[in-house]
């Protein structure tokens, strides 16, 4: 049975930083792609930033530069750390895992969060100016 928990999330002022982490059970995520996704209240859930099994991170556009992606293959945990954070990052922000995929599949722009298969709960970050 995969679990996928994340941790980390809270209020904070504009331009202070956070940290999220992903705890996953039931699959190694150093061989899944592994997505951080995020949703506002009447937005569509978007892609903040992956992770494919060679370790590279790809990141959605309004977060590159300030969000990095890392995983530890110890842990079996995947995090999320959001520098220089904007009132537009306020949302829920939930971690998500595809299985046992290539790297070139995970990486393609095509991906969406309808294919991943495993969510977990979601964590509320809010960023006030």
């Known amino acids: 049975q995969v679990q996928l928990v994340e941790s980390g999330g809270g209020s904070v002022q504009a331009g202070g930083s956070l940290r999220l982490s992903c705890a996953a059970s039931g699959l190694t995520v150093s061989a899944s792609c592994m997505g951080w996704f995020r949703q506002a209240p009447g937005k569509e859930r978007e892609v903040v930033a992956k992770?494919?099994?060679?370790?590279?991170?790809v990141y959605g556009e309004s977060v590159k530069g300030r969000f990095t992606i890392s995983r530890d293959n110890a842990k079996n945990t995947v995090d999320l750390q959001m520098n220089n954070l904007k009132s537009e990052d306020t949302a829920m922000y939930s971690c998500?895992?595809?299985?046992?995929?290539?790297?070139?599949?995970?990486?393609?722009?095509?991906?969406?969060?309808?294919?991943?298969?495993?969510w977990g709960q979601g964590t509320q970050v809010t960023v006030s100016e």
């Open positions: 998500a895992a595809i299985r046992g995929t290539s790297s070139s599949y995970c990486r393609s722009p095509d991906r969406r969060a309808g294919d991943y298969s495993y």
């Open positions: 992770m494919d099994t060679y370790g590279t991170g």
